[in-house]
């Protein structure tokens, strides 16, 4: 019995064990990736993950609302304030963080110096779910937003390019949902592989997306500088068709289309918080390439607060504008900016606006696939994963396999999962991590008061409190407020504790 005891309390010991922080800085020292990122690199990968998010994918469902969900109307704006308001809390956090210990896995190597070996692997766990998943969300819009834009070649391209078979640019699941909707049969929109005892298999396959994670696979395999230049590029023309968007729009903005500001009141905006949240993860892409910043501890800060800011002002501008020009019952919610150009006559615009998005979607691919791999490859280095995925590319200086991986990952799930779950569940592990890193953050002032920090958050303790206190909120209140992605969230965590009892702890004390 009393070994029994103590084999427990060397097991629990083991779990909480902490890294130093001087290691983690020891060791990105000696890393094999290379430092080509400046703080303009860095912009372009935060700006990319959020700006094109939340204004062509999901500012149309959190204005009109979906059939789970009330719309926030023209309040959105206030959705949009208070989700940049969550999120301010904890990019102050990661920029405190991050500047301290700029080394790559973002919150997971963060949580391994302050609060041990078990919440780290789970943290990371959350994470992986936060940017694979969400590439998953994004991959989807990226298909839709390809069909859209064939259909203005109608008259120069064959009928079979132009209007492709739904199960070809689907998963099965919202296969399943577009043939309920329209009354249609589905063995009549999708084939089937028949097994014995009469089991059918539905095959539906979205070659877009699977198309161009690919491409932006073996973009990233190639070197991190080579992708935020292909990133800058599709940045440059985003903002330059959604700040054209404002300009143009605002002529056309009449104020009655304002009202009711607000239909669903309160709950209506939170919903379309928590909708909009989404938007909001990119910054977090941006900790997670500190080992390749030439300057971490000057450009981190500046960085992800700078893209915060800047995105939050496009946003609300678009809303304005949107909502002005398109009374609420009207907004389109697959295509907000291009249908309201087409309402104002504009039609050759809502084409811009198209490969707009198709820009601004590939560069949140690509920093979302980023941010995966630099994360396997922190959690790789630390053991808890086989070692030999973390092998560098001999000659592009890139963790090759784990790319390979993460991008496998995503098309894996891009078979079973759609849009609006895999939204939610990516939303589940943002809270986590932004609450994770608020709280490590103050147990970071206790345990190392004296460690130089080049940043640090103001009005300490109470930021990092209401960034806690706002983001456990919004868990709990989509948590009640029902749906199934609260489930697989928890199935999701119960998978990583899994792996950590079965693989993971034992791996790492083979290791050691």
């Keep these: 019995m009393e070994n029994m005891k103590q084999e427990t309390l060397t097991v629990i010991n083991k779990m909480l064990s902490k890294k130093s922080t001087d290691l983690f800085i020891q060791e990105s020292k000696t890393t094999e990736l290379k430092k080509t990122l400046n703080i303009f690199d860095l912009l372009i990968l935060g700006v990319s993950a959020v700006v094109g998010t939340g204004i062509f994918t999901i500012i149309g469902s959190a204005i009109v609302g979906s059939y789970d969900a009330p719309g926030a ?188 500001f607000a239909p669903n009141g309160i709950e209506g905006i939170l919903a379309g918080t928590f909708i909009i949240f989404f938007a909001y993860i990119g910054f977090d892409a941006i900790s997670t390439a500190a080992e390749e910043t030439k300057n971490p501890q000057r450009d981190l800060p500046i960085a992800i607060i700078g893209t915060l800011i800047l995105c939050t002002i496009l946003y609300v501008s678009v809303a304005l504008v949107l909502t002005g020009i398109v009374p609420l019952g009207n907004i389109d919610t697959q295509a907000p900016l291009a249908h309201a150009m087409r309402v104002i006559g504009k039609n050759w615009y809502a084409g811009a606006i198209s490969v707009g998005a198709l820009c601004a979607l590939t560069s949140v691919l690509l920093v979302y696939q980023l941010g995966t791999t630099r994360i396997f490859y922190a959690i790789a280095r630390d053991n808890f994963l086989p070692q030999n995925i973390m092998k560098i590319h001999p000659k592009f200086k890139t963790p090759h396999i784990i790319t390979w991986i993460s991008g496998l990952i995503v098309i894996i799930g891009s078979l079973f999962m759609d849009l609006n779950i895999s939204a939610e569940l990516c939303n589940y592990g943002t809270f986590a991590s932004f609450v994770i890193i608020c709280i490590e953050v103050l147990i970071l002032r206790k345990t190392e008061p004296n460690r130089h920090r080049p940043f640090k958050v103001p009005f300490c303790p109470l930021f990092p409190i209401l960034g806690i206190i706002m983001c456990s909120c919004f868990m709990i209140y989509k948590s009640i407020s029902g749906g199934d992605s609260s489930k697989y969230f928890l199935l999701w965590v119960i998978m990583g504790l899994a792996i950590y009892i079965f693989y993971g702890y034992k791996n790492k004390r083979i290791k050691e």
């Design 73 to 260: 109307g023209t309040a959105v704006i206030f959705s949009m304030l208070i989700a940049a308001l969550a999120s301010l809390f904890s990019a102050l956090a990661y920029s405190e963080i991050a500047a301290m210990i700029p080394v790559a896995g973002s919150a997971y190597t963060f949580t391994y110096a302050t609060m041990g070996e078990f919440m780290a692997w789970m943290v990371g766990w959350v994470l992986m779910l936060e940017y694979a998943i969400g590439n998953i969300t994004v991959a989807t819009a990226w298909t839709g937003y390809l069909a859209q834009l064939l259909k203005g070649f109608r008259h120069i391209l064959p009928d079979f390019v132009v209007n492709f078979p739904l199960w070809l640019r689907n998963d099965f699941r919202s296969m399943y949902a577009i043939c309920d909707k329209y009354g249609w049969d589905v063995h009549d929109k999708m084939p089937f592989i028949n097994l014995p005892f009469g089991i059918e298999i539905p095959v539906a396959i979205n070659i877009p997306a699977i198309f161009i994670v690919l491409l932006l696979t073996i973009l990233l395999i190639k070197g991190v500088k080579e992708s935020t230049r292909v990133a800058g590029i599709m940045v440059f023309v985003n903002l330059s068709i959604i700040i054209s968007f404002v300009i143009v729009g605002a002529k056309y903005v009449a104020p009655d289309n304002w009202m009711p």
